[in-house]
């Protein structure tokens, strides 16, 4: 096997006329070049022209994407949204934390007016979350606080650069949740998990997780 | 008022250490000749020894040597940017500060950043800004510390270099390395990378054309993304300078290449090819 081309940033590699830009390169004046210091990779994808790459082994820095699966842990609540922490996109572990919020109406897809965040999350679970999007328009950002009284503690740049989750679907939720006992509740439905010590029930928007992921 | 009894004091005559210090060269050779060898009006940069990959605890480093100027650089980030009041959230920033170690120059300096270090941080960040592909990290920044371990001249041309390796290595895409290099216009002849002695000898001639100029160039685009200039010096005389670090740029470009490479194979092994 030939060994690997290594390369550096601003390296010319080839014309557009032989390869498609990839992952790492940038295009410039009709030609691809290199915009990372790595290894570079040419796949053949088969009727189209094959695709030019440079990787690099340390894992790319993902950013939450507009609707991709995150996992996050809560930090805080507030009658009107939950603050959390992204820790996970999809399944690779994010290196560095950033913040995200589910709105009071984005909890739940059914009877959004009369969800309680206290009831849906608490400080510390861990909940799988959709990235909805991270740039409030502003005709949506004033449409959005026209319809609920401004609190005194929102401010706009805090609300548009944060990250906007959700968790209206069956699938997402709160999937691990410690009870004010201490230990890990098991869920019981949708709304409830309960706490296998006290035995006592507590309220959580709980996530439908697939069986094939459940450990036995 | 109380006496201090908590302090050392010393004795009640004392005589200051740089009396006994042997001082070293503050004069230039009269003959014009350059003290480590070099030749005056010829691109004659001093060899660089650069090494990335050095701070475990940064996303990427880098440590340049030239002669006597020892630099590090690390770079952190991309992370979740901290100011919120930035309407505009497509591109990431980036944030430079560069540094001077108390022990890097002959006068002892501070820990604090002096308003001459600002500067140079400023424009640190300003040569490295149209290299960096800022809108793939969207709200997110980069943050780049040079510290500068020994001043010998040319400190803000190798620091330029290094924080765009270190920035290659800690895997930040860019559209280009960003090499730095400076010249020192005598008269009617220039240094190229000069020395701190030559930077900022007090000897100096008082005719026209004196002055100083730094270069940061990208190599593979033939763009210049910075340039700051002290004296004063005519019009040619400082489109002739420009020409000429470009050239000093040039030569330091393999070097730089290699130690990339060097740092990326060291790094990990090539992916199997699928």
New interface residues.
């Given amino acids: ?1 030939s ?2 081309k ?1 390369c ?5 590699l080839c014309s557009t006329d032989d390869c498609r830009p990839g992952t ?1 390169v ?1 295009m ?1 004046h009709g030609y691809i ?1 290199s ?5 570079v ?1 040419r ?1 053949n994808e088969g009727e189209e022209l094959p695709v030019i790459s440079v ?4 894992e ?2 993902l ?1 939450p994407d507009v609707g991709a699966i995150v996992t996050c842990k809560v930090t805080s609540i507030n009658p009107r949204f939950a603050k959390v922490h992204i820790l996970y996109v999809g399944s690779t572990p994010l ?5 995200g919020t589910i709105r009071k109406e984005d909890v739940r897809a059914t009877e959004k007016d009369k969800v309680e965040t206290y009831k849906s999350f608490r400080p510390g679970d861990i909940v799988l979350a959709k990235v909805v999007s ?2 409030l328009l502003m005709e949506q950002l004033i449409f959005w606080l026209f319809t609920l009284d401004l609190p005194a503690q929102i ?1 706009l ?2 609300v ?2 944060n990250y906007l989750l959700t968790t209206a679907e069956n699938e997402l939720g709160v999937v691990v949740a410690h009870s004010e006992a201490g230990a890990q509740m098991v869920p019981v439905s949708w709304c409830e998990m309960q706490c296998p010590r006290t035995h006592t029930k507590e309220f959580r928007k709980v996530a439908r997780v697939q069986p094939e992921y459940l450990h036995a | 008022m109380p006496t201090d009894t908590k302090r050392v004091r010393g004795p009640e005559v004392s005589q200051s250490l740089s009396r006994f210090v042997c001082k070293p060269e503050t004069t230039l050779p009269s003959d014009g000749t350059r003290t480590d060898g070099r030749s005056r009006d010829q691109v004659d940069v001093r060899p660089v020894f650069v090494r990335c990959g050095l701070v475990s605890q940064a ?1 990427g480093s880098a440590y340049i040597e030239a002669g006597n100027t020892k630099l590090i650089c690390c770079v952190y ?5 901290e100011r ?4 505009d ?2 591109c990431g920033r980036l944030f430079a500060d560069m540094r001077f170690a108390p022990f890097s120059c002959p006068e002892r300096g501070s820990w604090i950043q002096g308003s001459h270090e600002k500067d140079l941080s400023l424009m640190v960040l300003e040569s490295l800004q149209p ?1 960096v ?1 800022l809108h793939k ?4 920044q980069i943050d780049i510390n040079v510290m500068v371990l020994e001043n010998n001249g040319s400190a803000l041309a190798h620091a330029i270099t290094c924080a765009s390796l270190a920035l ?2 800690a ?1 930040i ?5 960003v090499l730095g290099c400076s010249i020192r216009q005598d008269g009617a002849s220039y240094l190229i990378d000069p020395t701190f002695l030559e930077e900022s000898g007090s000897c100096w001639g008082s005719g026209e054309n004196q002055g100083s100029l730094t270069v940061s160039f ?4 033939n763009q210049i993304s910075g340039l700051q200039s002290d004296g004063e010096m005519g019009e040619g005389t400082l489109t002739a300078g420009v020409r000429t670090c470009i050239e000093g740029c040039y030569k330091l470009y393999p070097v ?2 290699q130690a ?2 060097k ?3 060291g ?5 199997s ?2």
């Fill in positions: 096997m060994p690997m290594l550096v940033p601003g390296d010319k790492g940038y410039r070049y915009s990372l210091a790595g290894y990779l796949k990787v690099r082994e340390t790319t820095q950013l290196k560095d934390r950033f913040r991270f740039h401010s740049g805090d548009q650069s | 996303k980030g991309p992370k979740e940017t919120k009041d930035e309407t959230m497509k290299a592909c990290y969207p709200r997110s290659a290595d895997g895409e860019m559209y280009d390395l990208l190599p593979s685009l730089i290449q990339l490479v740092a990326v194979r790094a990990a092994p090539p992916p090819e699928s």
